[in-house]
């Protein structure tokens, strides 16, 4: 065998099982994943005073632009994906499948809401005691 061909082989044979392992997203996870990017880019904007970029100096935006890509490659990191895996997903969607996305994301949304509107509608808990003791006295009225 040729040298060319030897390496070849040599190379693909190292990087076919790298594509076997870079798995598909569900649209429920790649949903997820977005709004945890939204939300933490819309934090570290909201840090800086949620100013344009062309209201920051140099400076300013090397760093803004710096934190941004520290949070989301935290969001990466907390969902186990690789950003190139993701980057490469995203741009391969079609209609379907963005479709699928935002429907999953609307989803989670409604969730949300849901949660946050049944913890305001719970009533707080009073606690009720029976008796009292030297571990659990009874306070008449507290002075300061």
């Known amino acids: 065998m040729s040298r060319h061909l030897t ?4 190379s693909t044979w190292l990087t076919v099982p790298g594509l076997a392992l870079a798995e598909a997203l569900p649209p429920e996870q790649l ?6 990017e939204k939300a933490a880019v819309d934090k570290v904007n909201a840090a800086h005073g949620n100013k344009k970029s062309s209201e920051l100096s140099t400076a300013e935006r090397r760093q ?21 895996d993701y980057a490469r997903q995203s741009a391969r969607m079609g209609p379907k499948q963005n479709a699928e996305v935002a429907a999953a994301e609307k989803a989670l949304e409604e969730a949300e809401k849901a949660a946050t509107t049944q913890q305001a509608q719970e009533p707080r808990k009073i606690q009720v ?9 009874v306070m008449l009225e507290e002075q300061e």
């Open 7 to 10: 390496v070849l082989l040599f």
């Open 31 to 36: 949903a997820r994943i977005r709004r945890d």
């Open 129 to 137: 005691q029976q008796g009292f003791s030297d571990e659990n006295p």
């Open 64 to 84: 803004m632009v710096r934190e941004q890509q520290e949070a989301i490659q935290g969001v990466m990191d907390k969902h186990g994906v690789s950003r190139k």
